[in-house]
């Protein structure tokens, strides 16, 4: 996933998804298409994670924030 421009997917926090091999290649579906973009079969799990930016790992009040 990646957040992308303000308004791109106001669904799930502006949010691009995508189903990769370990080397980053897209996979595709079963139709040949590949596995990117607003993939609304991802937002059952991340809409619930709301409270921290709908991503998992560590909570937010948790991360600490660089000043890089």
């Not at 791109?8 to 079963?30: A, H, I, K, Q």
């Amino acid at each position: 996933m990646y957040k992308g421009p303000a308004g791109y997917n106001p669904d799930l926090g502006d949010y691009w998804f995508g189903v990769t091999d370990v080397r980053g290649v897209p996979l595709t579906d079963d139709q040949g298409r590949q596995r990117v973009g607003r993939m609304t079969e991802c937002y059952s799990c991340h809409a619930d994670r709301a409270e921290d930016d709908d991503l998992f790992g560590v909570p937010a009040i948790h991360r600490r924030h660089s000043a890089r």
